[in-house]
């Protein structure tokens, strides 16, 4: 086993001494695994060997140590993880670059009067945040909120923390007694109350350079505080508004009880509180913004975490009336929200929606990659203030973030169905009503149309521009070699960086069909280590080539149906494949791959002959009971098997794939690809999931057979399959 000191100074090398205290000190160092510099906190084992204070010293250090990846904020430093070795125990911190807000507490240092509250926000989002995780920091001061260079600010130090749900024996005498609450000194619990306090004696050293109270001792200084004995803010500076200190002041009453109780609260004052200048500009500051977006209906379900990230990557604007913000047919990739003011969407020229506070547009950038170009203008209506995130920055947010807007979008998208929906029943009914106030004479007349010719679809095959384009990161996808180490990572990154893959793997991942753990997957990662990486290749694969329903004519080709039925096929194929023997199972994302693409060549067939396309989706419908493929065969020249075979050989996919869409209903053709059997029999087995893709449910003992499989165990197969597709049918929801 390495040596512990050996492993620590081959992982870190020293760069310099960034701070050093009683019981230990600060290092930046740079991490060799990590590939990053880090802030290094050691404590010699040493310092735990008094009687007291040393197992005060042991616990703070246990603090700490707890909270090592449990606290995840902007506005929190990060712990990383933490380690020991023989001379001492270490803490491996995120590191921050800008110093402490302590360098601003004297008078001719001071802050703007913005600034400030910009800071007091942040830190007041933070807290509650981490109170809502169930954590008193107990040390609040400026020494302690550490300056980013982006102008934010990070809270530090928890090692006087106190957990509020923990049995274990807690630290008493902790804090720096100018920030401890009154209430501390007469020996009550601690609650978020003695934090607000800590924050509103900090706000007043940050505006004035000093302390609230005049005490030239320990002693004094105690009974100042029992005593409510605060010098207020106007004795110390003029120009303070008094909103301002009225928060600051409430925040370090004397009295818990007239503290604020909510941090919601001490955050709403301190945003009103702004001087006159700077309120003018109501989006100037991240507060400001912060709160704006807090407000809007899009972001209602995201955490203060998430709706900080959207503040940290959008960019805001102010439009006058009559102004373009986007043109039909430029390239664009942004997303907008607006948030306050009216817009006009309109289509060559013709009017198509109208938008006011709230509403977003720009949505093909998000659900479709790649295309780079508006489909219609948005004109302002009114003077109009709305923000724009770029698709670039969306795709780099983090996974939580990108799983938290693909949900709102995926709501947003079904509102907006909803509403088009109800349009079009008002526009049928007017439609109606004028067609029964129209003389019978002119109502029977119809105007002559010239017949069209059906598209000769193996003809029409040899032009493969008329075949759909197979998704950009799909290709990307497919051409990875995932048995290297560098294109494991850059799957990651493909998935990572296209927030409707990401969301939807991870919801896999977490479904009762592929998840195999208690445990809830909240990354790619996570969700490679649980799945395997070839799995997350096939998976993210089949999400990417289903996102081609943006570019597909409507029609009667139900698309939502159709990825549903083949979801279905899929997880049926898996139940499958458990119960063959291991040496003809196929691997387990092949089985993914093969059945959700294997009913490809409908897409195909809308694509090339859209009206035949409707036809033959129309026939399905009318005659449920009859086989989908002798339905194919009786009015196309070419059937859905031989088109999608087509369609995966124009995308390069591996040829085994080819062969089995191409045999899928006729797998005695291929009979050493199992994945056309396996896609036959799961067709008879759930034949009414999703798409009304209607086939003979008659099985023979040799189709199980050609699987490896027991005839005898097929009737507890094909319960657990109709299970499990029921259970996708729940699922499919979220993921298609």
């Not at 008078?107 to 910009?118: E, H």
């Amino acid at each position: 086993m390495a040596n512990p000191n050996e492993a620590f100074r081959n992982r870190f090398a020293m760069k310099q001494e960034l701070g050093r205290g009683a019981t230990g000190e600060v290092h930046l160092a740079y991490d060799n695994y990590l590939q990053r510099d880090v802030a290094l906190k050691l404590t010699r084992l040493t310092q735990f060997d008094h009687n007291d204070d040393g197992a005060r010293n042991r616990r703070m250090w246990l603090n700490e140590t707890r909270l090592a990846g449990k606290l995840k904020h902007p506005f929190i430093v990060q712990i990383i993880e933490a380690g020991t070795t023989e001379e001492f125990d270490y803490l491996v911190m995120e590191y921050v670059s800008g110093g402490t807000l302590k360098q601003h507490t004297t008078f001719d240092k001071l802050l703007s009067l913005d600034r400030v509250v910009d800071i007091l926000f942040k830190v007041c989002n933070a807290l509650d945040y981490a109170h809502k995780m169930g954590v008193l920091h107990r040390d609040i001061k400026p020494s302690n909120i550490l300056l980013c260079a982006d102008n934010s600010v990070k809270i530090s130090d928890f090692g006087a923390a106190f957990l509020t749900n923990s049995d274990l024996t807690q630290v008493d005498t902790v804090g720096t007694l100018p920030f401890m609450a009154p209430e501390h000194f007469r020996q009550s619990r601690p609650t978020m109350q003695s934090d607000v306090y800590a924050v509103g004696v900090m706000a007043y050293q940050l505006l004035t350079g000093m302390l609230p109270f005049t005490a030239k001792s320990s002693e004094e200084l105690v009974y100042q505080k029992l005593q409510g004995e605060a010098l207020p803010l106007e004795n110390r500076r003029q120009d303070i508004p008094q909103l301002l200190r009225f928060a600051v002041h409430r925040a370090m009453h004397a009295d818990k009880e007239m503290r604020y109780n909510a941090w919601k609260d001490f955050c709403d004052d301190l945003a009103t509180a702004f001087p006159q200048k700077a309120r003018l500009d109501e989006v100037r500051f991240d507060s400001s913004r912060f709160k704006i977006l807090r407000n809007l209906a899009f972001f209602s379900g995201f955490t203060d975490t998430e709706v900080w990230e959207v503040v940290g990557i959008c960019r805001w604007h102010e439009k006058a009336k009559g102004e373009k913000i986007v043109k039909e047919g430029d390239p664009s990739s942004s997303l907008y929200f607006i948030v306050s003011g009216q817009a006009l969407v309109s289509k060559q020229g013709a009017e198509v929606n109208r938008l006011g506070n709230g509403d977003c547009f720009g949505e093909i950038a998000y659900l479709d990659t790649a295309r780079q170009v508006r489909l219609a203008t948005v004109t302002t209506l009114t003077d109009l203030k709305l923000i724009e995130i770029d698709e670039s920055a969306l795709l780099q947010a983090s996974n939580g973030f990108q799983a938290c807007f693909a949900k709102a979008f995926l709501n947003l998208m079904v509102t907006r169905l909803g509403a088009a929906y109800q349009r079009m029943s008002m526009l049928e009914n007017s439609i109606k009503q004028l067609t029964a106030q129209t003389p019978a004479t002119v109502k029977n007349e119809k105007p002559a149309t010239p017949a069209i010719a059906p598209v000769k679809l193996r003809e029409a095959l040899k032009n493969l521009h008329a075949l759909p384009v197979m998704p950009v990161i799909a290709q990307k996808l497919l051409t990875l070699d995932t048995d290297s180490d560098a294109g494991e990572r850059q799957l990651l990154r493909l998935v990572e960086q296209d927030p409707q893959i990401l969301a939807k793997t991870i919801a896999l991942a977490n479904s009762p069909m592929l998840g195999t753990s208690s445990k809830k997957v909240n990354s790619v990662k996570e969700a490679a280590m649980l799945l395997g990486i070839k799995k997350i290749k096939s998976v993210a694969t089949c999400i990417s080539i289903a996102a081609l329903k943006t570019q597909l004519p409507s029609g009667k080709l139900k698309l939502q149906d159709l990825w549903l039925h083949n979801l279905g096929v899929a997880f049926t194929m898996l139940t499958m494949a458990r119960a063959m023997p291991r040496a003809i199972r196929p691997e387990e994302d092949q089985v993914i791959l093969a059945g959700m693409l294997h009913d490809i060549g409908f897409l195909a067939l809308a694509m090339l002959d859209p009206k035949r396309s409707d036809a033959l989706h129309a026939a399905m419908a009318a005659a449920p009971e009859t086989p989908a493929i002798e339905i194919e065969r009786s009015m196309l020249d070419i059937c859905h098997d031989e088109l999608g075979a087509e369609l995966a050989r124009h995308w390069k996919l591996p040829d085994d794939i080819v062969t089995i869409l191409r045999h899928h209903h006729t797998p005695e053709a291929a009979p050493e690809h199992l994945l056309a059997r396996m896609i036959f029999i799961a067709e008879k087995i759930v034949p009414s999931l999703g798409m009304a893709e209607h086939v003979s449910p008659v099985l023979d003992n040799a189709d199980w057979q050609a699987l490896g499989i027991d005839p005898d165990d097929a009737e507890q197969i094909i319960a657990q399959a109709r299970e499990d597709s029921e259970l996708a049918l729940q699922f499919a929801v979220d993921v298609t």
